[in-house]
C-alpha cells in the first residue's frame, strides 16, 4: 500500500465510474493509520484530475460517516482510507457504492478489471492538491454532515421517557483510532458525562503503541482500560477499533470485569430494542431483524418471541446493509430495528449501511444504565436470557 498503488486503484474506480455515471462524485474518508492522510489527499487528486467531483472529509473520521455522506450528499461512490482493526503495519482501500454499502460482488469485479488494467505509470491522471482545492474540484465536508451523523445516532434511542440513571461510570478507548469526538460526543450530548479515556489510546496513533493489534475482539487490546476500570471502579469499559465500526465491552463482575463476546452484546442489544419497542407499542407492523449466517441462532429465537422476522445472510456487514437497501426500495426502512454480527459490528438503524460503533457504544451505554437503574447486570440479563431461551 503505498501512493502509487493508491492511484492505480483511484483511477480505475474513476475509470469506472466515468463509465457508469452521468456526473460522478466520490467521498473520501480516512483513519489514524499511517499514512491514511496522504493516501486520502492521492486518491482525491486522480479523481479530480479525471474530472470526478470530491467531497473529502477535513479531519479523520469514523468508517460509517463515510456510509452516511454518500448518501447525504447523493455521492455516486465512497471511500474510506483504513485497515479496520488489523496490525499497524497494514493499510486498506475500502469502497462504497451509491447507495453508502459496501460495493457488491459484480460491481468489485468491474472494478478490479479496470485496476488491473492501468499502468501506474503511464494512465494515471492527477492534479495538485492545492489546485484540487483552488478549483473547487476538492471540497471538505461542511460540519453539518457529521452533526446530522451524531443526531442519527442519537434517535436510535428506545427509552421512550423511562426513567434512566445516566451517571455510570464508564471508561473508553478508542484505541488511538477515529472515535473519540463522535463517541464522546454522542455520549455527553445524551447525558452519559461521568466517562473516563484511556489516555495512552486517547489520540490518533497509527503506530497503535500500547496495543499492537487493534482489535477489541482480544483480551490484549482491553487490557489497558480494564486497568483503568480498576482504578476508578467503573461499571462499564467500551473499546472501539482504529476505524470505529467495531465495538467490545467488559462489565463488572464482583472485584473484576468479564469481557462479553460479539454475540453476548448482539444479543442483549436485540432483546433490549424489542422489548423496549414492544412496551411503548413502537414495534413497526412488519419488524425486520438481520444477522450473518455465522452469527449465534439464539438470536433468532429471541426475534421470533417478539414476531421479528430474522434474516439471515453471508458473512460480512455489506449483506446486512443490501437488506436494509432492498428494504428501503420497498419503502420499509423503518421495518429494520437491528443487525449484528458476531465479530462486533452492530447497527440499530438505516441511516447508514454499514456497521457502526459509534451507535454501537451509544445503544450499549443506554441499555447499560437502563438495566443498572432497575438494579440488574448485563450478567444476569444474560443469563436470563438464557434460562427464558
Not at 470526478?52 to 469514523?62: G, M, S, T
Not at 454518500?70 to 455516486?76: K, M
Not at 423511562?162 to 463517541?183: C, F, H, K, Q
Request: aromatic content about 10%; glycine content about 8%.
Amino acid at each position: 500500500m503505498n501512493v502509487i498503488t493508491v492511484a492505480k486503484a483511484s483511477q480505475g474506480l474513476a475509470n469506472y465510474l466515468l463509465r457508469t455515471c452521468a456526473h460522478p462524485s466520490v467521498v473520501i474518508g480516512y483513519d489514524s493509520r499511517l499514512k491514511s492522510d496522504v493516501f486520502q489527499r492521492e486518491a482525491a487528486a486522480v479523481f479530480a484530475a479525471n474530472g470526478i467531483r470530491v467531497h473529502a472529509w477535513k479531519d479523520l473520521l469514523p468508517v460509517p460517516t463515510v456510509s452516511y455522506a454518500v448518501r447525504a450528499l447523493g455521492a455516486s461512490a465512497g471511500v474510506m482510507i483504513t485497515a479496520s482493526h488489523n496490525p499497524s503495519k497494514y493499510n486498506g482501500y475500502k469502497v462504497y457504492g451509491a447507495d453508502g454499502c459496501q460495493i457488491t460482488t459484480e460491481a468489485a469485479e468491474e472494478i478490479l478489471k479496470e485496476i488491473e488494467g492501468v499502468d501506474p505509470f503511464a494512465d494515471v491522471k492527477r492534479m495538485a492538491w492545492p489546485e484540487a482545492l483552488e478549483q473547487q474540484c476538492v471540497s471538505y465536508i461542511p460540519e453539518t454532515v457529521p452533526t446530522a451523523f451524531i443526531e442519527e445516532v442519537r434517535n436510535q434511542s428506545v427509552l421512550y421517557g423511562d426513567a434512566v440513571d445516566r451517571d455510570v461510570a464508564i471508561v473508553y478507548s478508542p484505541l488511538n483510532g477515529t472515535g473519540l469526538v463522535p463517541v464522546t460526543r454522542v455520549l455527553e450530548e445524551s447525558g452519559f458525562t461521568n466517562i473516563t479515556v484511556v489516555e495512552e489510546q486517547r489520540n490518533p496513533d497509527g503506530h497503535f503503541p500500547t496495543c499492537p493489534y487493534p482489535n477489541p475482539e482480544i483480551r490484549e487490546a482491553m487490557e489497558l482500560g480494564l486497568q483503568y476500570c480498576r482504578k476508578t471502579g467503573a461499571d462499564l469499559m467500551l473499546a472501539t477499533d482504529p476505524d470505529c465500526d467495531r465495538c467490545g465491552i467488559a462489565v463488572r463482575d464482583g472485584d473484576d470485569y468479564t469481557l462479553l463476546t460479539g454475540n453476548e452484546v448482539g444479543l442483549l442489544l436485540l432483546d433490549y430494542i424489542c422489548s423496549q419497542r414492544q412496551k411503548h407499542g413502537r414495534m413497526p407492523k412488519k419488524p425486520v431483524f438481520v444477522k450473518t449466517i455465522v452469527t449465534m441462532d439464539l438470536a433468532e429465537k429471541i426475534a421470533e418471541h417478539y414476531g421479528v422476522e430474522t434474516v439471515n445472510v453471508l458473512t460480512g456487514f455489506k449483506f446486512i446493509g443490501e437488506v436494509i437497501g432492498r428494504l428501503e426500495k420497498d419503502g420499509r426502512a423503518g421495518d429494520y430495528i437491528c443487525g449484528f454480527e458476531e465479530s462486533y459490528g452492530y447497527l440499530t438503524g438505516s441511516y447508514v449501511r454499514d456497521k457502526d460503533a459509534v451507535n454501537a457504544a451509544f445503544m450499549i451505554c443506554e441499555m447499560f444504565a437502563f438495566y443498572k437503574t432497575r438494579g440488574i447486570s448485563l450478567l444476569q440479563k444474560l443469563e436470563e436470557l438464557y434460562r427464558s431461551y
